[in-house]
């Protein structure tokens, strides 16, 4: 067990799954909450279902594009939904999404007394460009926020799209307008592909990006609102292992959400996600994530703060037998050579740049000054 407070909703552990049509129903509840996961988001809910298209949602073996729209339960039939959902004693996170303020805070009183424990405002959408353009919108976010905290008593997350230019003045309103945390990110507007022979895109539409190639712009996000806005953060976006659960919280997140992995890798996946998350911990004899939380964003530096300095390679000799040549081709500075199962740096052309290292899959080079 990890202490965790986030929103004070006593969840056992900071692993959330995220909204998604995992979730779609109080029997995908139950069965995502088997998982071990702290909580669940439900799919998102809207007073008017829509129909699904078919082909809905595409993989290139890195990402995944989506234009799954929302919940095919009505808002009424979520009282059922969400008493199945609570006998399986876990906690429950309602997400909604409207067009209005007063809208969305009728729907949130009603998941309030349905049972929900909380509520996540979710009004991105990739797929309509209106609701990109409301959610990138801090006065909108906060006009939604505050309507909702004026009419539920359980804790509001907002979750904020990335396709905006500034995600902490987002970040901000919410917390102006009372909201207890922000989720980040939701997905990126994107086209995964096209196929060059029927000159057609993966999806009918432009979609929503999720999976691992996201979490560099999760993790930047998270850290960014961290060091600017004080509100509880819950990381989200290309979560697939214990580490990037890790990486999200010592960047400032005190919870996380994981979607695209359950679907692509099944429960099991984040059952270890969550004992390996625990095992981290306790090997590291760390209680609570509140000793992790943030700790890695004071070696986050803004770029004038990085110290400059003279910065010659002085990796020499490395002996290595392995049949790659990854390093010498990266090196736009001409300055590796391989011979005689020996890697040779040249100090004269290396500028140290760095890309050797993080390509070498026997790490084997260094760089010091
Ligand atoms: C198929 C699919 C459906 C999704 N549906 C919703 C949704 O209904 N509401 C929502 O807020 N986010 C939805 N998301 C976004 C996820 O909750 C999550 O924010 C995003 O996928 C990034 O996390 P991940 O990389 O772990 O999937 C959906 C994502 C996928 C892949």
């Known amino acids: 067990m990890i202490q965790t407070d986030f929103l004070k909703l006593g969840m056992k552990n900071p692993i959330i799954i995220a909204a998604g049509p995992w ?85 949130a009183t009603k998941m309030e007394k349905f049972g929900a424990d909380a509520i996540e405002i979710s009004v991105s959408n990739p ?14 976010i906060f006009d939604m926020t505050k309507e909702v905290v ?33 989720s980040a990110i939701n997905t990126i507007r994107c086209i995964l592909g096209v196929d060059i022979e029927e000159a057609k895109p993966s ?39 214990y580490k990037h659960a890790i990486e999200y919280m010592m960047l400032g997140a005190s919870a996380v959400q994981v979607g695209t992995a359950l679907m692509l890798y099944g429960k099991e996946k984040i059952k270890t996600m969550v004992r390996q998350v625990e095992e981290w911990m306790e090997n590291h004899e760390i209680k609570s994530v509140e000793q992790i939380r943030g700790k890695a964003l004071k070696n986050l530096l803004s770029f004038e703060e990085i110290k400059i300095e003279p910065t010659i390679s002085t990796v020499e000799g490395v002996p290595c037998d392995i049949d790659c040549t990854d390093c010498i081709k990266a090196c736009i500075y001409d300055a590796i050579e391989k011979e005689n199962d ?17 390509l070498c899959p026997a790490n084997k080079l260094k760089l010091k000054w």
């Not at 979490?215 to 290309?238: E, H, K, M």
Request: proline letters at 4%; charged letters at 20%.
């Open 23 to 107: 979730s779609r129903d109080g029997k995908s509840i139950l069965n995502c909450l088997e998982t071990g996961a702290g909580a669940v988001v439900t799919e998102t809910i809207v007073s008017d279902t829509i129909l699904d298209v078919r082909p809905r949602i595409a993989y290139d073996g890195n990402g995944v594009q989506n234009i799954r729209l929302y919940s095919d339960v009505q808002i009424e039939g979520w009282e059922r939904e969400i008493a199945i959902a609570k006998s399986g004693k876990g906690v429950v996170i309602a997400s909604v999404s409207a067009h209005t303020p007063s809208e969305i805070a009728y729907m």
């Open 150 to 182: 004026a009419h539920v008593k359980i804790p509001v997350l907002a979750k904020l799209s990335q396709n905006t230019t500034n995600i902490c003045k987002v970040a901000k309103a919410v917390k102006e307008a009372g909201g207890s945390g922000v």
């Open 342 to 358: 020996t890697v040779e740096v040249d100090v004269e052309h290396c500028t140290g740049c760095g890309l050797c290292i993080f």
């Open 203 to 241: 999806l009918a539409t432009y979609g929503g990006y999720s999976g691992d190639p996201i979490r560099p712009l999760g993790l930047a996000s998270v850290a960014s609102i961290a060091q600017t806005v004080d509100i509880p953060i819950c990381g989200v976006g290309g979560i697939s292992d």
């Open 127 to 140: 797929m309509w460009e209106s609701l990109e353009v409301m959610a990138s919108h801090p006065q909108t």
